[in-house]
């Protein structure tokens, strides 16, 4: 772009076809393959391909986040210039948003709770009364009629307002960490969808939790609170422009994570390692304790609410909606001998967990077919699920046998009519109680806490426990991947807890383990089976069951279980990623990559688009207008070396970026001739919190022709730090360099510089340095790969 007679004649012109290209790629093809088959039925075999991912309901252009400090001119002056005072109000508004990222997490958590107990409540209620009455068609209607009723709400918000509401929104939270912008995926409209929808999904009665929706409000609540509210009615507060860039407002969308798994599951503890094991990519010890700082603040006021909850001031609401199984009092003992069924149960949830994740691959493609066709199609199938869930639910229990109640317990225990309770009555005679209803005819938390129930070994029938653990399977594969908000963890503890409580009746004599603990550790092992998480999972647990002596055998379990299952296929987040087309770059490398250099990689692609250090406007508008390139080197061309071996050189000043290079448009930040900008006229025109704005696009801006043949100097407002990489080095050790940093742009340096050559010969970009997008050029290594 050195040359001044590049610049377009007409610049006018629209280029054709720009918005179809990778706007990470150096490329200037037009060789898109059809968006509507893109990620989930092939990909394009290039090497930069489309940066397109299934976002909502459609696939949407994706972009990388700027985690790295953008070292211009502007910056440096702000840090030379900042107070001490100021420095300690950053500091101090960066706990208060941790503050309210828990406190209104905590809030929000309990409210979704409220409303969940006591709409499922009341409506079971009714239920029991029309059962009870023998009026069981009515029973029947009435409980399908209401499921459909709470289903439609979830659904049609989903459908219409907010497609990014639905699921569970941890992948996008893990692909955001790692630096992968999903649009729309923490406005404000999907915090509110998130929140009706889980209530009237999770009320239904479907088979999902609300724990991975919170974990998604907690992440919309902390995006929303550090860029001062929805980007239509954003608050321009002054306190507020510390917060205006991709790296802080990344440390406060883990904290939201880290409090919505926190306010599923009460666990603070649980919630800081899940963000660090699975959502986070980048971490330090600060972010530690502003995460401990927002899942504490989300235990308070759990906490408060509960004790309120116990006054009878909440409806249905006692400790009912949030997962807790205590056995603190639970005398846990077990042998060495024990150790087999423990490894028993690990081996099995191991490969469940992987068939589960293969399965649910599988459901998910035929899922997206479907959701293809129209809004229509899929409104239809989430009803579809909830007619089917609720004539399971209703009509199994009649296949199970009444038992006989335990002479030993108290009359007003068993059997129960009333709210909940582990002995339910359903169309059995009094003295009687059917354990199927116990289990199928109740909330999902309930469900949980009846079927992790400490002795009560003698509780449930055997058959009744593989109906329960034959449909929650079939219903964990076909209520995932509606358009509702859903959470995985809570269908896994079903499944885990109903093959648990199969082998602890099978083991039964041969072990001093009960059947409820049996139940718990199968939870865990189909968890560490199917998502992969060992550590968080373990304190999780841990904090749940509220008893240190289970930690030996729950961290066996879960070790096995994660082996088992990495044996065979990735996690089930992976999976989705994978799915939905979002760039994610893993932490470990292929071995193959260490065979191949970023120079070897960067000859494979056009030659890179530079800008010089003084520009003129006319280079700048066509370098916008015909790339979608975020990224362009700044060189300068006859500069004085201070070694003084050479008379002049080439030299890469820096990279400026392609929203900076917009506003200067936008303020017609022009010299008639070519020169160099005096600082204070840089600090005249721009501030950096502007600079941290991405808004804007180069066809909203006109140029006219007078203009054109001006200059801009682009000296104050590139970054003279860029990460540079020579081009001699693996593309292995080049991509830890660029997770670990969160780059957005690698520079590709000449391991030898010669007269006239420019001093950079590529660019690298997330695309670039995906293993499909680098095998689909270099076929040869995939064989290496099969080898390795």
């Known amino acids: 772009m050195g040359d001044e007679s590049n610049c377009s004649m007409n610049m006018e012109e629209e280029v054709q076809g720009v918005e179809e290209r990778d706007p990470e790629s150096n490329s200037n093809t037009n060789n898109t393959p059809n968006p509507l088959h893109e990620p989930l039925l092939k990909r394009n075999r290039t090497l930069s391909s489309n940066p397109l991912a299934l976002v909502g309901a459609k696939v949407s252009y994706i972009e990388s986040l700027d985690y790295e400090i953008n070292e211009n001119d502007l910056f440096k002056q702000d840090w030379r210039t900042r107070s001490r005072a100021q420095v300690l109000q950053y500091i101090f508004l960066k706990w208060s948003l941790a503050f309210l990222v828990g406190l209104l997490t905590g809030v929000i958590a309990t409210l979704i709770n409220l409303a969940i107990e006591n709409i499922a409540g009341y409506k079971l209620l009714a239920v029991v009364q029309y059962i009870h009455k023998e009026r069981y068609m009515a029973g029947f209607l009435y409980f399908t009629g209401v499921n459909f009723l709470l289903t439609f709400v979830a659904a049609i918000l989903c459908v219409c307002f907010a497609p990014t509401a639905a699921g569970p929104g941890i992948p996008e939270i893990k692909a955001y960490l790692n630096g992968v912008d999903t649009p729309n995926m923490y406005g404000a409209t999907t915090l509110f969808v998130k929140i009706i929808g889980s209530i009237g999904a999770v009320a239904a009665g479907l088979d999902l939790g609300k724990e991975g929706p919170l974990v998604h409000i907690g992440s919309c609540i902390a995006s929303l609170l550090g860029q001062g509210g929805p980007d239509n009615y954003r608050i321009k507060w002054r306190w507020l422009r510390y917060f205006n860039n991709d790296r802080d407002r990344r440390d406060l969308i883990t904290c939201g994570a880290s409090s919505g798994v926190c306010a599923a599951f009460r666990a603070p503890v649980g919630g800081v390692l899940f963000a660090l094991e699975e959502v986070a990519t980048w971490w330090r010890s600060a972010l530690l304790w502003r995460t401990f700082f927002s899942t504490a603040v989300v235990v308070v006021i759990l906490r408060a609410f509960i004790e309120l909850c116990h006054e009878g001031k909440c409806g249905l609401f006692g400790e009912g909606g949030l997962i807790m199984f205590d056995v603190s009092n639970v005398s846990v003992s077990y042998h060495v001998m024990d150790i087999i069924p423990v490894a028993l149960i690990g081996v099995i949830g191991g490969v469940l967990g992987s068939l589960y994740n293969h399965v649910l691959h599988k459901v998910l493609r035929l899922y997206n077919l479907i959701n293809q066709k129209g809004k229509i199609y899929k409104l239809l199938l989430s009803l579809s699920v909830a007619l089917f869930t609720s004539a399971c639910q209703y009509g199994l229990p009649f296949l199970a046998k009444c038992s006989p109640c335990d002479p030993s317990l108290p009359k007003s225990i068993c059997p129960t009519n009333g709210r909940s309770g582990n002995y339910k009555q359903f169309n059995c ?156 770059m893993d932490s470990n490398p292929e071995p193959w990559m260490r065979n191949l250099t970023v120079g070897e990689l960067v000859d494979v692609k056009p030659a890179v688009v530079t800008l010089r250090g003084v520009e003129k406007v006319c280079n700048i508008v066509e370098a916008l207008r015909n790339t979608t390139h975020n990224g362009f080197p700044v060189v300068d061309d006859g500069v004085v070396p201070p070694t003084r071996l050479v008379t002049e050189a080439r030299e890469l000043h820096g990279m400026i970026l392609r929203a900076h290079l917009i506003q200067v448009l936008k303020k017609r930040w022009f010299l008639k001739e070519a020169r160099r900008r005096e600082e204070w006229e840089v600090r005249e025109k721009f501030t950096w919190v502007e600079l941290a704005e991405r808004e804007g696009k180069i066809e909203e801006v006109a140029i006219t022709r007078d203009e054109m043949e001006m200059y801009v100097d682009l000296h104050p407002l590139t970054n003279t730090t860029p990460f540079t990489v020579l081009e001699s080095m693996s593309v292995a050790k080049a991509m830890v360099l660029f997770r670990q940093v969160g780059l957005r742009h690698l520079l590709v340096v000449p391991k030898y510089q010669a007269s006239g050559v420019s001093p950079v010969i590529g660019i690298l970009t997330r695309q670039d340095l995906l293993a499909h997008n680098i095998l689909s050029v270099f076929p040869h290594l995939a064989k290496s790969k099969k080898r390795n």
């Open 429 to 584: 005679p009094d003295g009687h109680y059917n354990d199927l209803a116990t289990l199928l005819l109740t909330t999902n938390d309930d469900a949980v806490r009846n079927i992790f129930s400490s002795n009560t070994p003698n509780e449930f029938q055997p058959s009744s426990i593989l109906i329960f653990f034959a449909l929650y399977c079939i219903l964990g594969l076909v209520t995932f991947g509606i358009a509702v908000p859903s959470g995985l963890f809570l269908p896994i503890i079903l499944m885990g807890s109903g093959y648990g409580r199969l082998l602890a009746m099978l083991m039964g004599p041969h072990t001093n383990i009960d059947h409820g603990l049996f139940a718990v550790l199968g939870a865990a092992s189909l968890m560490a089976g199917s998502m992969r998480m060992t550590v968080s999972l373990c304190v999780i647990f841990l904090e749940l069951t509220n008893n240190l002596l289970l930690l030996p055998i729950t961290m066996f379990v879960l070790l096995i279980a994660k082996t088992v299952g990495d044996s065979f296929n990735p996690s089930i987040y992976e999976i989705i990623l994978h799915l939905k087309g979002l760039p994610f």
